[in-house]
């Protein structure tokens, strides 16, 4: 089976067989390829049903799980929205196939410099910031919608301020242990009512580490 192929069995199988809907998500991860953002000795299974190392202790995550928060974030042509923990740029990569506005954020100074170079080289257009990003970037706000890679105790508060009105926040919280995947949805309009936090079901990912995460 060649790559596209193995792609496009991904969308079918992996994620529209098991429930991702929005067009858009599935139309743009069947057009990425997910082989160039892991390394080359796991290219041959860029498109199985699971998470890859990237090296740097973290991981590229499984496709479902990529399609999961990019459609729960509710993302679309212009949409601007703000990734935190860019790894290896793949979800970046698909937010922009999407014709989506990206500012990612990756404190690993390596990943960083990796993953930009790689979105360079496949034509994407972004701006990519080395930094603890798990308070956001606020002089950047606000944001349509706001993906965090990594798991955090709580949804933090500087984030939950980085939304535009009916802005959601997609994350996943607990410990090492025990994680779920939350999305926040800000009011609207603002001052309307709390925001609205829905479960989304149990994940497992690196912890977010940072003064909004956990302690280095």
Do not use: K
């Not at 699971?50 to 993302?75: D, H, K």
């Not at 410990?175 to 999305?183: C, Y």
């Amino acid at each position: 089976m060649s790559m596209q192929e193995a792609r496009q069995d991904m969308v079918a199988r992996q994620l529209a067989g098991r429930g991702i809907a929005d067009e858009r998500v599935l139309r743009a991860m069947g057009e990425v390829p997910r082989e160039a953002f892991v390394a080359p000795a796991h290219r041959s299974l860029a498109y199985a049903d699971g998470p890859l190392p990237i090296g740097r202790g973290q991981t590229i995550s499984q496709p479902w799980i990529v399609a999961r928060m990019i459609e729960a974030a509710r993302i679309g042509p212009g949409s601007r929205v703000l990734e935190i923990g860019a790894g290896s740029g793949y979800a970046a990569a698909v937010m922009l196939q999407m014709d989506a506005h990206v500012l990612a954020i990756e404190r690993d100074p390596a990943l960083a410099e990796a993953a930009r170079l790689r979105l360079e080289d496949l034509g994407y257009e972004l701006e990519l910031r080395c930094a603890d990003g798990s308070a956001g970037a606020p002089q950047s706000a606000p944001f349509d919608a706001i993906i965090v890679s990594a798991a955090g105790p709580r949804l933090p508060e500087p984030l939950r301020r980085q939304l535009v009105p009916g802005g959601r926040l997609v994350m996943p919280v607990g410990s090492a242990e025990v994680q779920r995947l939350l999305r926040l949805t800000a009011p609207d309009p603002p001052g309307s009512g709390n925001p609205r936090t829905e479960d989304l079901g149990g994940v497992r990912f690196v912890p977010l580490l940072g003064a909004e995460g956990w302690p280095l």
